[in-house]
């Protein structure tokens, strides 16, 4: 038996890993935590950390194709795969992303 209650599970699209661990975070002026999710597809996501629900999300450029950097480490795409890092002086998120600008390589 586990020692932690799980309070919401969620599903994201097929195919959507996340190799970068969440963050918890409480911007100014909100009362309750995020959970921000980065993944290879290259998508961000702010939960409630007490619902679950999405409070925020974008999509960066479309993510590289594994294939295309001849990378057998992570399946399909290479998108965000490291943790990011938020500032908390400034509230800025800093991070890495792999992707195709206007189509290219």
């Known amino acids: 038996m586990s020692k932690y209650q799980v309070n919401w599970r969620i599903n ?5 890993y996340f190799f970068a661990k969440p963050l918890v975070y409480t911007p100014p002026g909100y009362s309750s935590e995020l959970v921000i999710m980065a993944s290879n ?7 409630d950390a007490l619902t679950g629900k999405v409070m925020f999300s974008r999509t960066l450029d479309p993510p590289f194709l ?18 990011p890092y ?3 002086d400034t509230g800025i998120m800093y991070f890495f992303s792999k992707g195709y600008k206007n189509g290219e390589t």
């Open 86 to 88: 938020i500032d908390a």
């Open 12 to 16: 994201f699209n097929s195919g959507e």
């Open 41 to 47: 597809q290259n998508i961000l996501r702010a939960l």
């Open 66 to 83: 594994s294939p295309d950097a001849q990378c057998g480490d992570t399946p399909n795409t290479m998108g965000i795969v490291g943790t």
